[in-house]
């Protein structure tokens, strides 16, 4: 649904799951094959980031993916399925797009936004890298963290010693 608007984008597909032997079969069935890559899975995803333009997480089920917090902690843009703690992570019109599970033409309709305007995929990635920096990096779970122990230790009395040892 994007290539006929789109001829140079390429989908980049990352993981070694238990899938992939299908979903190659199928692209090599329905796309381009030269419009379609497939990467292993590797520890450290980053390089993909940096050269990719946009991620996209189609999932029907997801908790608080860590791929969506490193793309834009990487200045990507995210469209996703609007499952989970995705939208936790995601917001419309600043830092990407969520859509209903299992609708390919909204997400179809939200590629072809995110492809048809560099800029808005630029803003939205700087939104995005700011967010998880200011709220999801390792500083501001530390810097969270302190805050809970603080107040606990505010809100605790003096321990009462028991008559007996």
């Known amino acids: 649904q ?11 597909l990352v993981g070694d ?8 079969e199928q ?10 890559r497939f990467w292993p899975g590797q520890p450290d995803i980053r390089p993909l980031l940096h050269q990719a333009c946009l991620l996209v997480l189609s999932s029907r089920n997801e908790a608080l993916p860590n791929v969506v917090l490193e793309a834009m902690a990487a200045g990507l843009p995210v469209a996703a399925t609007r499952v989970g703690g995705l939208p936790e992570l995601v917001v419309p019109g600043r830092t990407g797009w969520l859509v209903p599970p299992g609708d ?3 997400l179809a309709a939200a590629l072809n936004q995110a492809l048809g305007d560099a800029g808005a995929r630029e803003a939205l990635g700087r939104t995005g890298r700011e967010r998880a920096v200011s709220d999801f990096s390792m500083e501001a779970m530390t810097r969270r963290y302190e805050q809970v122990l603080s107040s606990f230790l505010e809100q605790r009395s003096a321990p009462k010693c028991p008559d007996r040892v």
């Open 104 to 106: 390919a033409p909204a």
């Open 2 to 12: 994007i290539s006929a608007t789109f001829p140079e984008a390429e989908l980049w």
């Open 17 to 24: 799951g238990p899938r992939r032997q299908a979903i190659q």
């Open 27 to 36: 692209v090599r069935r329905s796309l381009a094959p030269d419009r379609v």
